[in-house]
Structures are given as C-alpha cells and as structure tokens.
C-alpha cells in the first residue's frame, strides 16, 4: 500500500477505502455482455423487417377494400337518384296542371305553355352531366387506387373526392326531391368516411 501510494503521489496512509474514492483505478468486465456479432443479428432484422412488411400489407388490403366498397355504395345511390329524376318532372308538371286550372276557374288550359314550364324546369333540374362526372372521378378513383398504378399517393386521391364532394353538394341543391336529397346526403356520408380513410393511405 505505501508503495502504491508513492508512486500515485497520493498523501498519507493508504487503505482500501482510501482507493475506492478512485473509481478509475478498477475495472470490471464481470457481469457485462459481449456484443453480439453482426452475423447473428442480421437474420433477426430481416425477420423483423418482413414482419413489418406483412402488417403493412395487410393493413393496405384492408383499407383498399374498405375504399373499395364506400365506392360500390356511392354508385348504389347514384344508380338511385338516376332512377327518381324523372318522375319528379311528370311530379310537378301534374301539379302545375292541377294549380293552373284551380286558378283559370273553367278557362282551358295551354298545354304548349305548360309544355315550356316544364321544359325549363327540366333543364334547371337537369342532373345528368353531375352524374356523369361523379361516374367519371368514381373511375379515376378506383385507377388510382389499382396496384399497378404510378401515383397512388393519398393527396391525389384526397383531390378526387373533393371533386366527388362538389358534385355532390349540386346534386343535393337540385334535388327537388325528398329521396334524391336522402341519397345526396348519404353519398356525403360515404365521401366523409373516404377522406378519412385515405389519411392513412401513403
């Protein structure tokens, strides 16, 4: 101990308790791990690595048909409104009839001018071109969300149900219909449920 504390130039009487207030005089390797060796840890993170890929893609197959059937109920509505549209114009041309002779009191009626009222509320109900568009982004959805496709980025499929939601709303402002109204409303339910899903699409 004297030795030691000559050659450490430390002052005064040595004892053990002394050298353990040097903490840098003693090491141990007892009780501490060897580092694995690469070769054992690359097969673990390859394992690891195809398990996240699994996950992932199931958790993609269960969006896509999750997406894919919010379309086939938004094509179930449309299908539904294209069927109602024109019976609310014989509707309203039956109800304009019965106005118009309350209010002629026996005087006959004009069928031709009636004709034109008709005609121009036609033109103002007219919704075909809406469900045409909506058909045609309800396709560009689908081709984007389709595995071969080169950009199936969720921004550009958020872009397509924003313009699936315009129509929509036009669709519910020319409804002139109880039940047109109804689906309307139910194809923005279904849009709504769309933007949210695709949030997770990457």
Same mark, same amino acid.
């Given at each position: 101990? !004297?030795?030691?504390?000559? *050659?450490?130039?430390?002052?005064?009487?040595?004892?053990?308790?002394?050298?353990?207030?040097?903490?840098?005089? @003693?090491?141990?390797?007892?009780?501490?791990?060897?580092?694995?060796?690469?070769?054992?840890?690359?097969?673990? #993170?390859? *394992?690891?690595?195809?398990?996240?890929?699994?996950?992932?893609?199931?958790?993609?197959?269960?969006?896509?048909?999750?997406?894919?059937?919010? #379309?086939?109920?938004?094509?179930? %509505?449309?299908?539904?409104? &294209?069927?109602?549209?024109?019976?609310?114009?014989?509707?309203?041309? !039956?109800?304009?009839?019965?106005?118009?002779?309350?209010?002629? !009191?026996?005087?006959?009626?004009? *069928?031709?001018?009636? +004709?034109?009222?008709?005609?121009?509320?036609? *033109?103002?109900?007219? =919704?075909?071109?809406?469900?045409?568009? @909506?058909?045609?982004? =309800?396709?560009? @959805?689908?081709?984007?969300? /389709?595995?071969? %496709?080169? !950009?199936? +980025?969720?921004?550009?499929?958020?872009?397509?149900?924003? &313009?699936?939601?315009?129509? /929509?709303?036009?669709?519910?402002?020319?409804?002139?219909? /109880?039940? =047109?109204?109804? +689906?309307?409303?139910?194809?923005?339910?279904?849009? &709504?449920?769309?933007?949210?899903?695709? &949030?997770?699409?990457?």
């Amino acid at each position: 101990m !004297d030795r030691l504390g000559v *050659e450490l130039s430390i002052p005064g009487a040595l004892d053990i308790n002394t050298l353990l207030r040097f903490p840098d005089l @003693f090491r141990t390797t007892r009780g501490t791990p060897a580092p694995p060796e690469a070769d054992a840890l690359e097969p673990l #993170l390859e *394992e690891a690595l195809d398990r996240v890929v699994e996950l992932r893609a199931r958790e993609g197959a269960r969006l896509e048909d999750a997406l894919g059937l919010a #379309l086939v109920d938004i094509d179930h %509505h449309l299908d539904t409104i &294209e069927g109602l549209a024109p019976a609310r114009l014989v509707r309203e041309r !039956d109800r304009l009839r019965e106005q118009i002779q309350a209010l002629a !009191d026996g005087v006959p009626l004009d *069928e031709d001018r009636l +004709a034109r009222e008709v005609a121009y509320l036609a *033109e103002k109900w007219d =919704i075909q071109e809406e469900l045409v568009r @909506f058909r045609s982004h =309800i396709a560009l @959805f689908r081709e984007t969300l /389709a595995p071969d %496709h080169e !950009d199936r +980025a969720g921004k550009r499929l958020g872009f397509i149900v924003q &313009e699936m939601n315009r129509e /929509a709303n036009t669709l519910g402002s020319k409804a002139n219909d /109880a039940d =047109i109204a109804a +689906a309307a409303v139910a194809i923005k339910e279904q849009l &709504e449920q769309l933007r949210e899903q695709i &949030e997770n699409v990457e």
